[in-house]
Structure formats: C-alpha cells, structure tokens
Nanobody, 123 residues
C-alpha cells in the first residue's frame, strides 16, 4: 500500500503563487507516475499535471504555462508550483499515483489518492 500526504494549500489573491507538496509513503517502489488532479463541486476529477518516473510531464491546457510539476525521487515527493493563480483555480487538489505510467492520465487508472488540499484564490 501507498499513502499520499498533501500539504501547501491555502488562500491566495489572484495573481499570486502557491506550492503544493505530496509525500509518498509505504510501498513506493511500485509507483511509476504521479500527478495532481482537482475536482470542482459537481464535476469530475480532472488531471492538472502529471510526471512519470522518467521525468516526462503533461499539463492540462488550463494550467499550461502557469503551473509546473516536479518530482524529487530521493524524497519520494512531488510538487506543484502554481503561479498566476486565478479565481477559477479554486477547488480541492488531489495527489495521485499509479503503478503503470499510462494509467495516471485518467482518474479511472489512478491506484492511490491523497485526501486533498484546498486552494482558494480570491479576486
């Protein structure tokens, strides 16, 4: 089993920045890819950014150029640097991990989820 623990959420003004962190514990050797998802009320959980064990990244169009995902394999931690935040970025962000690289790009394929951290961007 793998446990994912997020931190770094909070309240920020529009145009500001936040950095989310997600530490993985447990059977981490089984993890290939990690990602951040977010879910607004009444909507499906959507992929924000993903990074594979080899360092390949993917971003949703809505955050491309503003958010950066990175991974520190030595610390078993993945980060999401969020710049130029907008009010529409307000929601709960979830850390995700999958054992197969290709599975991380759909929430149906995620093997492990964190509990989520709330990001609120005020206008």
């Amino acid at each position: 089993q793998v446990q994912l623990v997020e931190s770094g959420g909070g309240l920020v003004q529009a145009g500001g920045s936040l950095r989310l962190s997600c530490a993985a514990n447990g059977s981490i050797s089984t993890i290939n890819a990690m990602a951040w998802y977010r879910q607004a009320p009444g909507k499906h959980r959507e992929l924000v950014a993903a990074v594979t064990s080899g360092g390949r990244t993917k971003y949703s169009d809505s955050v491309k150029g503003r958010f950066t995902i990175s991974r520190d394999n030595a610390k078993n931690t993945v980060y999401l640097q969020m710049n130029s935040l907008k009010p529409e970025d307000t929601t709960v962000y979830y850390c995700a991990a999958s054992e197969l690289e290709g599975e991380i790009y759909s929430h149906y394929g995620v093997d492990y989820w964190g509990k989520g951290t709330l990001v609120t961007v005020s206008s």
